[in-house]
């Protein structure tokens, strides 16, 4: 039985790759994207269906699309991958409050908005699943990466809560969050820089760009086995096969490098500061 997925940020990268794999596996695809009659032309040959979803509109404008192409396939959505985002680059103090809602609204509230929108149609049929492509940046922290790193840990913490309530409401509905890391795509190419703002952060600013410079066309992620992958832990099929799949699955040798640093510092931190953790409960008499 063909499953119908519909996928975010089409154009390029990740998103791209989904809809060329999914095609050739013979699922249904509704391919979105901003602008996609022209950005997306270029799938039209893969028999997706190809739809203009900009996943930062306002939220009655998301519940609308949701609305008009649940029903493109018969028995509605199986899969949504809320694939679409973007990297800010730029120190805390450099960003002003837009750049921030910005990111937040593509990056999280747009993946919250479709969530929402698909939740009750889903609920009704008792199936589903729900991808997240967060990223290894949703645990690890750089400088200069923090509205990146914001809106990918905002997103993993809902996510880990919707997983809960979900357990609850529909259990037949599956959560994934997918956690690159880098993989050789558009992303670091088309990075949203802060305009020079405070004259202290300048040769700062020049280091961060050499490093991401750098990064171009060196990522060790190849984005054709990842999404390979994603599907696969989707559809439950090769390196899934037999596997109860993780809320979280890290994906490339850097990413799961950085991630698994990251646990392991903090249980160390929780072991050394047990004592002192624990001296602040209640006393009970
Ligand atoms: N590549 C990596 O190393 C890496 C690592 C970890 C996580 N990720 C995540 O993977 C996802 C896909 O990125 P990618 O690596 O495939 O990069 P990409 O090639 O730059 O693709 C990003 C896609 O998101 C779309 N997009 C951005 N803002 C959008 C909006 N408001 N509405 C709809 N589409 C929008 C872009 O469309 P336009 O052409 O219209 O801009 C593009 O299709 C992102 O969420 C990214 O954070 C990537």
């Known amino acids: 039985m063909p499953q119908t997925w519909l996928v975010t940020g089409c154009s390029s990268g990740f998103g791209e790759l ?5 095609c050739e596996l ?32 306002p939220a009655s404008e998301i519940e609308a699309k949701i609305s008009e192409v649940w029903d493109l396939y018969p ?22 409050p837009q750049e921030l809602e910005d990111i937040m609204r593509t990056n999280f509230h747009g993946p919250m ?11 009704a049929k008792g199936s589903g699943t729900l991808l997240y492509i967060s990223s290894q940046a949703g645990w690890h922290a750089d400088p200069g990466a923090s509205g990146y790193c914001a809106s990918k840990f905002a997103l993993e913490g809902a996510v880990e809560c919707l ?9 037949g509905i599956k959560v994934l969050i997918v956690e690159p890391g880098y993989f050789r795509t558009r992303a670091f190419g088309n990075i949203n820089h802060v305009p020079p703002r405070v004259a202290d952060y300048a040769a700062f600013n ?39 799949i993780p809320l979280r699955v890290p994906l490339g040798t850097d990413g799961w490098s950085r991630i698994k640093a990251k646990c392991e510092n903090m249980i160390k931190i929780c072991d050394d500061w047990e004592q002192v953790a624990k001296s602040t409960d209640i006393v009970q008499q």
Do not use: C, W
Not at 113 to 123: A, C, G
Not at 163 to 171: D, G, M, R, V, Y
Not at 212 to 231: F, H, L, Q, R, W
């Open 163 to 171: 997983s809960h309530e979900l357990a609850i409401f529909a259990p």
């Open 206 to 244: 020049a280091a961060v760009r050499d490093v991401e410079a750098g990064i171009v066309g060196n990522e060790p992620g190849d984005a054709t086995k990842g999404v390979s992958i994603m599907i696969n832990l989707v559809k439950g099929t090769g390196v899934a096969e037999g596997k109860e």
């Open 18 to 22: 989904f809809v060329r794999q999914l």
């Open 113 to 123: 908005n479709i969530t929402r929108s698909l939740l009750p149609r889903l609920r």
């Open 75 to 96: 028995g509605g959505i199986d899969v949504v991958v809320n694939n679409a985002g973007y990297i800010l680059s730029g120190a805390i103090e450099e960003l002003v």
């Open 26 to 57: 013979g699922d249904n695809v509704i391919a979105t994207g901003r602008n996609a009659k022209t950005k997306l032309a270029h799938l039209k040959s893969t028999g997706a269906m190809i739809v203009d979803l900009d996943v930062s509109s």
